[in-house]
């Protein structure tokens, strides 16, 4: 035993020491490292509710579950976020502003064209308009699926939520509400993006009857 | 006893060009192949690859007399894993951008095989001072290799630099259909394997020239 | 049904579609290195298999039950010194990962060195070459993805995305293999011998796999009912249990 002890001492010695040094880098970094994770999402709820051109050159920052828009040093619109008390599993939040609510956000995951898509929805507070649509992560061909997260989809905004959402080809400018303009060259991704958000809302329409939200948030 | 073997400033040389690790050792390909799409991700690739390359050299080399020979592989890794998490958690709480582009791909240095195979050759059997010159001048080198890739792949595949647009402008008269088989992982493996022949050919010539 | 669904798709994904050598660029070192013969190069992909799946078995079962935030058996030893809350062991990942790794080469070395003794002579060096293979470590990363967030994977699939991933590398060893074994004969550019040409060939070889991006949309959806179905089929259940029923309450 003690012959091992001897031949294995600094192995042991090394192990504790950069047990604590790491110990001590998840103390320090840690809260910063999961306050990113929430801002990569907080970013883009006002984009989401209030509609792209009204956030244009605008300022976003974030204190806890606020949400401000700020020009010019001075806040625009103050944005409350809450979350389910009774969690499914995919992230939702309760957009409220001024105490009444201005909208919901859901994260939706699905498969792309090459790998997963990770977008959020923004839905009116009825449930019957899509008010925006922003893609958090895509791995699909660079310049022609990657076209997903460029203004291309600004077309999901103001579509019906109801029927759902049709890609078609030809670029009439779609001016039929439910048709969206695929991206020439990368159809299977624009179909994916757009079947991902079908699910998503036609999913969250059957699930928020049963949310459990905080009602102290709504009189704030 | 420790000083045997080539000086510090030899070490230095030795690792931007002559063993130059992209080129002439062929090691860390992984990393070489899969970041050097922009050139922002891989001077990230780089910086990281050398932060942890002249830590781990430095603690080597001062605790090189107190390893047992069989149980070194172990301590190397051991060290080389702690450095890594450092740079992945420090990359993930300032660079959230940056570090979900490089994804799994940090956490790979660990087995990168040019920091273990320079904790072997150089820090586990020279002082401070060797093991550090070798440890900035292999991770000089290894930023020139990648550099080199990624400035032919984004150039080429984006038109850009650095996220500046050089050329190919979209809507500008000089547009051009951009190569984008250089942004995925076939142009990976075009881009170093031409560059690798291009790099062997100069050398030879070099040492024609010297002979 | 939508299990074995889930478990084909990541078998066919990691093996064929993001093959781990040629989309994810991990393993090329020994992929340039030990593809001159495929002899060796299929005993090369099996050992990889072989340590590939150990280690995946061993870094799923530590990091569910240890390291993962939340993690029941390192929770519950957290609370019984007395803490509260979740235990979130997770910085200490990649260095469990990389112990786990070199003990299942030590492990598949002891298992060689007893039942296959002129295997093992033949591997001579690479084998424990194989503890520094990108692949492994990348293989225990992916399950450690997979096992933070909702929706943590179960142990099956993470062993299948495992060995399919050892499966893809093997396929493209074997087939850079037989193609260097040709190229044995052709007229190559000095400054292009040995790792140029061998990287300028895979470049191909990842263009032809490329062909397979999109295959796993179209069977996720050949796997899966469509929706309209489903109801359907669930409507007609419905109907006839409410049939079966009706008489019991009228009466």
Redesign the interface.
Known sequence: MLKYFK??W??IA??LA?GA??AG??IT??P??KE?QIT?SYNRIPLLVMGRENVEGAKIVIKGDDVTVERDGKAQAVFTVVKPENPLDYDVYKVCQDGKQAGWVILAKGNGYADEIVCLIGLSTDLKTITGVSVI?QKE????GSKIQSPWINQFAGKAANPPLEVVKNKSGAPDNNKIDAISGATISSDSLTTIVNQAVAKFAADVKNLKFATAAEEK | MSNDGPTSLERFINGILPENPTYRQ??G??PT??VT?TMKASMTMAVSVAFVMICSNIIVSL?RN???PH?R???F???I??F???A???L???M?DMS?QLG?YI??I??N?II?CRCEVCAAKQSLAPAVADAVGQSIGFMLGLCSVATVRELL??GSWFDIPLFWKEGSSTEWM?W??L????????T???L???A??VG?KFEKKAA | MEYLAQIILIAVGAAVINNFV????????PF?GVSRRVDMAFGMGCAVTFVISVAGFLSWVFTYYLLRSGAPLATWLYHLCGGTGPSDLS?L???VY??LI?ASVQLVEMYLRKFFPPLYKSFGVFLPLI????AI??AC??IM?HLSGDNPWDLGQSLTLAFFGGVGFTLALLIMAGIREDLELCDV????RG??????I???L??AF?GFNGVNASLQKALTPAPAEKTQLAAAAEKTVEQATLPQETK
Do not use: H
Not at chain 3, 131 to 134: G, I, L, W
Not at chain 3, 189 to 192: D, E, G, M
């Open positions: 031949q294995g600094l192995v090394i192990s950069f040094i790491l880098v998840q970094l840690g910063k490292i990113n990569k992560s061909t660079p310049n022609l | 062929v090691l390909m992984c192949l899969a799409a605790i107190l390893i047992k149980l592989i172990l301590v890794t051991l060290i894993a702690t890594v998490t450092i992945d958690k420090f993930a709480a300032f959230p979900d799994p956490p790979l660990i087995v095989c273990i595949a984006s951009r984008a088989i942004g995925l992982a076939p142009g990976a493996f075009f170093l394997g031409l690798m022949g291009v062997n050919w030879a | 040629l989309s994810y660029f991990v393993g090329i070192c340039i910085i990942n990649y260095i990389i112990f070199a503890t520094t293979n990108c470590l990348f990363l992916e993805k550019p000095k400054s292009l790792a140029g040409i061998t990287l300028v895979a470049g191909i990842a263009m490329m």
